[in-house]
């Protein structure tokens, strides 16, 4: 089975700083997805930013970016120009490809780290 | 498209009662999920459904769960009797796959329940 691990339960961060969040994960698949998403105290899950794993590209969005390491098995996520409304819990999970087999579809998420972001 | 929606938004309810939770995933979307959410256990998946069948049950907890998916545009999760420990936010999901497929999966805006 899949697992995922957040190791950060909390992190916290100045406006307009950088910050990483980790994530690691466990699999013998070759074809799956990585995702990020934030969930705010109203908590809706909202995706951030999405990989998958056949491409070396790290995926970027606006201020939002990946770190992917495959051979290790690494996925952290990289929030530039930090904002207040960033503030929120982070969850990374992990989907099996179409090639998954049974596991396909499954969603597995890690733990989740709580982001608090200074003025 | 109206996103995934799920009702009640919130629930207080007895030891004892039935509970029923509702979703409507997106149109065209193929895969269901249900997910609970506690600060204890975190994101936990209860079931997820391919074309309306259910794929893996693994997730539920006890036989006082149980979930359906009468057609493609709905689904329900029951809990009874309920019990306290049952408090938690519960999610559900949809996605798709074929020619849109991203992997993502789109939220409801949870429904809460509270057991007293």
């Known amino acids: 089975a899949q697992t995922v691990t957040q190791s950060q339960p909390e992190m916290s961060v100045q406006e307009a700083e950088t910050v990483t969040l980790s994530c690691t994960y466990d699999?013998?698949?070759?074809?799956?997805?990585l995702f990020w998403y934030k969930q705010p105290p109203s908590r809706q899950m909202i995706l951030v930013i999405r990989?998958?794993?056949?491409?070396?590209q790290n995926a970027t969005e606006n201020r939002f970016s990946v770190n992917f390491q495959k051979a290790a098995k690494s996925f952290s996520l990289k929030i530039s120009d930090s904002q207040l409304g960033d503030a929120a819990m982070y969850f990374c999970?992990?989907?099996?490809?179409?090639?998954?087999?049974?596991?396909?579809?499954?969603?597995?998420f890690g733990q989740g780290t709580i982001l608090t972001v200074h003025p | 498209d109206a996103g995934v929606i799920q009702s009640p938004r919130h629930e207080v309810t007895e030891m004892g009662q039935e509970v029923t939770l509702r979703c409507k995933p997106i149109?065209?979307?193929?895969?269901l999920f249900w997910y609970r959410q506690t600060m204890m256990r975190g994101l936990e998946l209860l079931i997820y459904?391919?074309?309306?069948?259910?794929?893996?049950d693994s997730g539920m907890p006890e036989d006082r769960f149980s979930a359906k998916m009468p057609n493609a545009s709905f689904s329900t999760l029951k809990i009874q009797p309920s019990e306290p420990r049952d408090s938690a936010v519960y999610f559900c999901?949809?996605?798709?796959?074929?020619?849109?497929?991203?992997?993502?999966?789109?939220f409801g805006e949870g429904s809460r329940l509270t057991v007293l």
């Open positions: 990989q998958e794993a056949y491409k070396q």
């Open positions: 149109s065209g979307h193929d895969y």
């Open positions: 459904f391919n074309n309306n069948v259910p794929i893996d």
């Open positions: 699999t013998s698949e070759s074809d799956y997805y």
């Open positions: 999970a992990y989907r099996s490809g179409s090639g998954g087999g049974t596991s396909y579809g499954k969603l597995t």
């Open positions: 999901a949809s996605s798709e796959t074929g020619t849109g497929e991203t992997g993502e999966l789109f």
